[in-house]
DNA sequence: CAGTGGTCTAGACCACTAC
DNA sequence: TAGTGGTCTAGACCACTGG
């Protein structure tokens, strides 16, 4: 049954063993490469195999560095409450929802917003039902957990809304949250189409969300629209397993009731 | 700003450019890795440095054998609509929504079934809302897409409802669907809570699913509910970026509505 | 400076699989 | 049998970073 593991996969094995048990605990250091050539009695490359095994599948990172070295990765998930925020009678911002639930996890969040015009391609103009490609405002959220960048939120307004709401231009945060500034404009979100899609991170989104070589993104699509109008379109791009997203559908008290 | 690229990365850059910009289409091969060597000019070992970068991108797969090679991976998105189907009232069963989904896509859907008792850790105890761990049984289904395994689902029933209903101790399909069977007994359920993740696959995962290393699993958790008490726990294990889950919240008819 | 991981070489032998 | 990827070795030099 067992198709003879080969070296490297034997000593990813036992590394492997050592880690999810707990006899090496989250933060802790691996011995050096050189070291465990020694310990294995095998060459730096089949180390480097067995390791990257490990770093793949999200369990160990490399630091560089005179003090550096491997270190086994602790991942705290924040969950993403998809069904929660949003909705205009909602308490509160989709963001509130975030930073609280950051807190709650006894870690610091930080939000950089930035906001710029666009082109759309005709993929996306397709998915917010415009006849052809044209002009947009994409407003961007990019989100930090204790300074490490952790989601990047990209939200596309097509421009006949903006038109109508030209607010939605500003560079900075909006406190109140878009949805309810779009609300007190008459523009009321009553529908959202989500869509959840995991794939790995380009070097481009490794660099931005300083990720490790190997290590998946969490994808939520959301088109949103009102009672007549599809209205924009929100792409958010999650950093590896440290994030999650929760889905409510129907009555789930029982559930949620004996927390 | 460009953090002056290795030998292997620059390598790894070219042909990914060449697979993107469609040079090299899915279902071609690339050359063989000393061809590769030949044409840059470097050691065989800096060719799979590169190509592995590529792997784990999930562009390219490799193929043993004398007419193998590294084929550029075709990958088409089955999407899991989790808002349609699984509702008492909803005309199709999850599965059969599933079945649709694939054989819209033009590919053969196949699903194999096995069910067995086994005794739940405290983590899926608590999240079935049971005082300790104790024995359940677990349905398990396979699904393939292409006779290539595309996801697992397991959904674990806690005993007092085995007892109610022992028809879900049946090692075969259940035609109509468990949420139909179980409305027919008296067991509606009326709410569900969904918790999707990525991460990188176990190698036990990338076994089952057939996947080679380095390949995210999209993970849905859904916990199930009638009015007063939690019924099912089942986790649904999706091989990397071939799948997609869909959830539709509130009225949607303007974005779907033009399709 | 010393030690870490990062990169690269030039070989070697193996398992697998279509021809 | 011939050619593919899979594994492994024993070196080498580099960039980076704390002491």
Redesign the pocket.
Known sequence: MT?AL????RIAAEMRRDITSGVIKPGDK?P????LVERF??????I??ATAMLINEGLVE?????????VVRDRVVVTFHASWAESPGAPVSEADSWITEVRALGLTPTQDFSCRMVTLSSEMAHQLRLTEPGPAVLRRCVRYVNDRPSSIQDTYYPKWLTDLVPDLLSPEDIKIGTTRLLAERGIVQTGYLDTVRARMATPEEAGLLRLGAGTPVLVKTRVACTADRVVRLTVETMAGDGNAIEYEIGGVEPITGAR
Chains 1, 2 share one sequence.
């Not at 009695?41 to 089949?46: A, G, L, W, Y």
Request: proline share 7%; net charge positive; glycine share 12%.
């Open positions: 198709p080969s070296l490297y996969q691996l050096t490469e050189r070291q009695s095998v060459s730096r490359d089949t480097r195999d490399r630091v560089p560095g005179r003090t550096g070295g491997m």
